[in-house]
């Protein structure tokens, strides 16, 4: 079982989750029913694994000629198994971790159904676009807008449950926001911590393409955008979401994004670059804690 968690990267993926936790909770202003907060969250368990097996399953080409040399570099705190890509390891084979993807994604399809048909074209699109993702790596750079995308899917999935038609300018709003903390936090700082690895295949990342300076500037007007959009995440919500949300959110935002991503700026260095990737990785579960709160504030008022 511990390769299968590995093949899906649990802990990070349970991370990611709160991503879709706090958008339901900020749209609808409260907990919805037991019942479809149970069926979302077993969907929302079974899309992530889903999606991060298939990144592996995908990329098992490219993963064995990027740890041929030296192995699987030390990675981050939230992926730092040994068990990191079992199948480029050869300690699973590929016709199980197909059958574990194909399992989940039927259950995310399912749930999906069953909460709004709506999400199922999102259900449709997330491996599509994974793949998409996984197959730009020696093409360009600018795959990082087609990661951010997917990552935004599981959130708007998740208003989809809770608010049947939402303003499409407001999920716009979002969908930035989602986009902005995915390239800052997570793309580019990921492919700098393997940017060595990533020379040795030929990959075209943004750190490779255009150099640390460029890189680091990059992450930071990224982490700066998603701050700056975060302050305007309240006009979505029900909730009288006040300057203490906005005091909450913000300090999330400096301590989890823009501090180490300063530091990522002055350093260059890959250990930088994978210390953000971890801090930025608890962004969505302190975004879920602070709206949490609010939610119970209302519901105790």
């Known amino acids: 079982m511990r390769k299968f968690l590995a093949l899906s990267r649990s802990t990070h993926g349970i991370l990611d989750i ?9 749209w609808l202003g409260a907990f919805p029913p037991l019942t479809v907060l149970g069926v979302a969250l077993l969907t929302a368990v079974a ?27 030390p990675g981050y705190s939230v992926e730092a198994s040994a068990l990191r890509y079992p199948i480029a390891q050869g300690k699973l084979g590929f016709a199980p971790a197909m059958l574990w993807f194909a399992l989940w994604y039927l259950v995310a ?33 600018w795959r990082v ?28 709003l979002m969908l930035a926001w989602l986009m902005c903390w995915e390239i800052g936090g997570q ?13 040795r295949v030929g990959a075209q990342t943004i750190p490779l393409v255009f150099g640390p300076r460029i890189a680091g500037a990059a992450v930071l007007l990224a982490l700066l955008a998603t701050t700056a959009l975060s ?20 300090a999330a935002a400096v301590y989890l994004l823009l501090l180490p991503g300063l530091h990522l700026t002055r350093t260059h260095a890959p250990r930088a670059a994978a210390r953000l990737f971890d801090r930025a990785s608890l962004y969505p579960l302190a975004q879920l804690c602070i709206i949490t709160l609010f939610v119970l504030a209302k519901a105790w008022s």
């Open 18 to 26: 709160a991503m879709p936790g706090f958008a339901a909770l900020l």
């Open 47 to 73: 899309g992530y694994t889903a999606i991060y097996a298939l990144n592996d399953l995908v990329g098992v080409k490219a993963d064995r000629e990027k740890f041929a040399g030296n192995g699987i570099n």
């Open 109 to 141: 399809l399912a749930g999906a159904w069953w909460l709004n048909p709506r999400l199922v074209p999102i259900v449709l699109a997330a491996p599509v676009l994974e793949t998409l993702y996984c197959k730009l790596l020696k093409v360009g750079w």
């Open 145 to 172: 807008f087609v990661s951010g995308i997917v990552k935004a899917l599981g959130p708007i999935a998740a208003v989809l449950v809770v608010v049947p038609r939402p303003d499409p300018g407001l999920l716009a």
């Open 187 to 199: 793309n580019i700082p990921a492919d700098w911590n393997d940017v060595e690895e990533d020379r």
């Open 231 to 250: 302050l305007a995440l309240p006009v979505m919500s029900p909730l009288p979401l006040g300057w203490p949300y906005l005091a909450a959110t913000l």
